[in-house]
């Protein structure tokens, strides 16, 4: 009975081990991380419980603990939830855009051959790899009303791209669509080289067409991967800041194609009320949270899957 126990109690040491040892390996990244993270967003929250001006950064007046108060402004201004409806529905139309473009690439990459294949990825990684920067600046060239090429070759002479708010964030999505389809079709390409050939040969075998291959087949064997780049994407779409501030000079016209972190950048320091720019900071970080939380259990519950 002494032996079973000591063997019973070795075998229960070494599970705890076990369990412990994958946090053991992440100890030196959150030596750095949570120090680097931790102290902004400590800062963030305690800035929007302040009345915070410009007269307590220059030191001119001392800072007025508002407590919930700009939260309470914060819910009760119709423009804050304009620009977070119209935050929404332009990162829902982003995530929609990627996961196609990106899913239809990765089925043309199966498709063609080593050549094609090679000159489609080079082109997408190069995209991915362009700076939002200088990408948002080669396509205000392209569109611009002036000098565009767009307008050259469609013959809109003059005809400007930045003036209507729905054709200014369908160039402004087509940007954003541009830098984020490349890890979507790298992503879902490698999940489709995963699958066995001998499953999507019996699926032609019985008489499944490529359409039909596809979505009763590949699709929900890819639903994981599908999963996770959809999440991805919408955390990256909802905080999309450099393509709209650059192309549309901070909002366009009358701030109509202003979105969530644009607004908090504007509030902050264009009107330096740094109190109710970090308030909206907070419910973005809230709001982004909460999607990360979603996108990390789908990796792990991927990570079981595949």
Do not use: C
């Amino acid at each position: 009975m002494t032996a079973v126990a000591l063997t019973g109690r070795h075998v229960r040491e070494r599970a705890r081990r076990g369990r412990a040892r994958p946090w053991l390996y992440l100890l030196p990244a959150a030596a750095v991380l949570v120090p680097m993270f931790g102290y902004p967003v400590y800062m963030l929250g305690l800035l929007s419980v302040f009345d915070y001006r410009q007269a307590q950064v220059s030191g001119g007046q001392p800072s007025t603990f508002v407590g919930f108060g700009n939260y309470a402004a914060l819910l009760g201004d119709t423009r804050f939830w304009e620009v977070l409806a119209q935050t929404v529905g332009f990162a829902v139309a982003l995530v929609v855009s990627t996961l196609a473009v990106g899913a239809a690439l990765a089925v043309l990459l199966t498709r063609v051959g080593p050549v094609p294949r090679m000159a489609l990825s080079l082109a997408a990684l190069g995209a991915w790899a362009a700076p939002a920067m200088t990408g948002s600046t080669v396509w205000m060239f392209l569109f611009d009303a002036d000098l565009g090429l767009v307008n050259q070759v469609l013959g809109l002479d003059g005809f400007n791209w930045f003036y209507d708010r729905w054709i200014t964030f369908g160039v402004v999505g087509a940007t954003i669509v541009w830098h984020s389809f490349p890890l979507v079709m790298v992503t879902l390409y490698a999940g489709i080289q995963a699958i066995p050939v001998s499953v999507l040969e019996a699926a032609a075998l019985d008489g499944a067409s490529a359409w039909g291959t596809f979505w009763k087949i590949i699709v929900p064997m890819l639903r994981p991967l599908i999963t996770i780049v959809v999440i991805q994407s919408v955390i990256w779409d909802f905080k999309v800041f450099t393509q709209i501030y650059v192309m549309t000079n901070g909002g366009g016209v009358a701030g109509q194609n202003t979105v969530l972190n644009v607004y908090a950048y504007q509030t902050a320091f264009g009107s330096s009320e740094y109190g109710l720019g970090s308030a909206i900071a907070v419910v973005m970080t809230l709001i982004l949270l909460a999607v990360t939380l979603l996108y990390i259990r789908a990796l792990y519950r991927s990570g079981e899957r595949l």
